[in-house]
C-alpha cells in the first residue's frame, strides 16, 4: 500500500469558497450564473415536515444489541425491510456521548468560522480532492453547487495527510479522533447485522470491508438570496459502503428520492443519526440493498451545517458482491473491481444521480450488449 502522501484518488478544480462569496452578496444581489440551476426537479412530496420524519424507517441500535432475542430480531426485521425499501433511516440510542456529539457540532461550526488565512491552510491541494472546497468539479464550465466542504481522511491512520488532520487545532482533532472511533465501531456493527439479516456468512461482511476506510466530509451550506434556482449538493447516491450523517444546527436541508418524490428529512431530537446505503453496499449485497438518490438544499435565511462519515473497504482489497449472495438463481448483478480503482473513477466524475454505480452493472449477453457496460 502506498503511503498516505501518495495515496491520491481523484482532484477536483479550484473554485471559490461559497461561504466568502455568501458573505459578499446583499439581500438583492443575484446568484452568479455558474450556481443557477434552474432546471432542478422541485417535485416534493406535500406531506409536512412532522409527517415526514415519521415515514423514514427509524432503528432503535439498543435493540439490536438486545439480549432478549424477540426484541433484537424485530429490530434486526426493521433494518433490513428499512435497507431494502428506503436505502434510509435515521439511528437513535446509539450510545455516542452526548458531550461529544455536542463537542463535533460546536467544533465543525468554529472551523467554518475561523479566519480565512486560517482555512486556507487547508485548502485542496493539486490533484487531491481532500481538504477545503468542492468536489467533483471536473470542468470550467459545469455547474457548482452552494456549499463548501472540508474532506478528510480519517481512518485508517497511516492513510491520513499529514497537512490536514494532524493540522487542526489540537481541540478540534481529539474531538474529531474520538467521534471517528466511536462511529467506526457503530458502522462495523450494523454492518454485522445486516450481513445477518441478510444470511451471509457468519464474519463474511467483517471479512469483505478488511481494515476499513473511513472519511469524514464536513459541509457548509451558506444563505442564498435565490435558494429555489441553486442546489446544496446535487442530486447523487454515495459512492460508499455507509453513511452516518449529523446535523450540525437546526437548518433542515436533506431530501431523499422516494418513488420519484423527494421527501425532506427532519432528524429526530437527541441527536440522531441519519444512516443510508451506499453504491458499494448495493454491490455487496448483490442488489438487495439499494443505494438511493439524496441531495441538500439551501434556504435564504441561515446557513446550514452538517457531517458526514463514511464507511467503506479497505482502499487494498476488491469489490464485488458478496459470494454467499450470489447464486444460479440470483447471479452476480454487478463486475468485480479493485477498491483503489473503483474511488478513482469515482471521483474523475461530475456527481450525478446514481450514473456511477449504473455504470458497474452487468449487462445480460442476451441484450447483445457484451458482458460489462
Not at 238 to 267: C, R, Y
Amino acid at each position: 500500500m502506498e503511503g498516505a502522501s501518495e495515496i491520491k484518488l481523484g482532484s477536483s478544480i479550484p473554485v471559490p469558497f461559497v461561504q466568502e462569496l455568501a458573505k459578499e452578496m446583499t439581500s438583492i444581489d443575484t446568484v452568479p450564473q455558474r450556481y443557477l440551476r434552474p432546471d432542478q426537479d422541485s417535485t416534493i412530496n406535500n406531506i409536512s415536515s412532522s409527517s415526514s420524519q415519521l415515514l423514514i424507517p427509524v432503528i432503535h441500535f439498543n435493540n439490536l444489541l438486545s439480549s432478549d432475542k424477540k426484541v433484537m430480531e424485530s429490530e434486526l426485521q426493521k433494518l433490513h425491510s428499512a435497507s431494502k425499501e428506503w436505502g434510509f433511516f435515521q439511528l437513535v440510542d446509539h450510545g455516542v456521548s452526548p458531550l461529544l456529539v455536542e463537542k463535533v457540532k460546536t467544533m465543525v461550526e468554529e472551523f467554518f468560522n475561523m479566519p480565512m488565512e486560517e482555512k486556507n491552510k487547508f485548502r485542496q491541494q493539486s490533484g487531491d480532492v481532500e481538504g477545503l472546497g468542492q468536489a467533483f468539479v471536473v470542468s470550467e464550465e459545469q455547474k457548482l453547487d452552494w456549499a463548501d466542504m472540508f474532506f478528510v481522511v480519517t481512518q485508517p491512520n497511516h492513510l491520513r495527510k499529514p497537512h490536514l488532520l494532524p493540522k487542526l487545532p489540537i481541540s478540534f482533532r481529539e474531538t474529531l479522533e474520538a467521534y471517528s472511533t466511536e462511529l467506526e465501531n457503530i458502522a462495523k456493527k450494523v454492518l454485522d447485522f445486516m450481513g445477518k439479516a441478510l444470511g451471509m456468512e457468519s464474519n463474511e461482511m467483517s471479512e469483505l470491508f478488511g481494515e476499513g476506510w473511513q472519511t469524514m466530509r464536513m459541509n457548509y451550506y451558506p444563505p442564498c438570496p435565490q435558494p429555489e434556482l441553486v442546489i446544496g449538493l446535487n442530486s447523487h447516491s454515495d459512492s460508499i459502503g455507509l453513511t452516518i450523517l449529523l446535523q450540525i444546527n437546526e437548518m433542515d436541508g436533506l431530501q431523499i428520492k422516494k418513488d420519484g418524490v423527494w421527501i425532506p428529512v427532519k432528524p429526530l431530537p437527541n441527536n440522531a443519526f441519519i444512516v443510508n446505503i451506499g453504491d458499494m453496499l448495493e454491490i455487496i449485497t448483490n442488489g438487495i440493498y439499494r443505494s438511493i438518490e439524496h441531495r441538500a438544499t439551501v434556504n435564504a435565511e441561515k446557513e446550514r451545517l452538517s457531517i458526514g462519515t463514511f464507511y467503506g473497504p479497505s482502499l487494498s482489497g476488491d469489490l464485488g458482491p458478496a459470494p454467499s449472495l450470489v447464486t444460479p438463481k440470483t447471479p452476480a448483478q454487478f463486475k468485480r473491481i479493485r477498491v483503489v480503482d473503483y474511488f478513482k473513477s469515482f471521483f474523475a466524475r461530475e456527481l450525478r444521480g446514481k450514473s456511477y454505480i449504473d455504470a458497474m452493472r452487468i449487462v445480460p449477453k442476451e441484450e447483445g450488449q457484451g458482458d460489462l457496460v
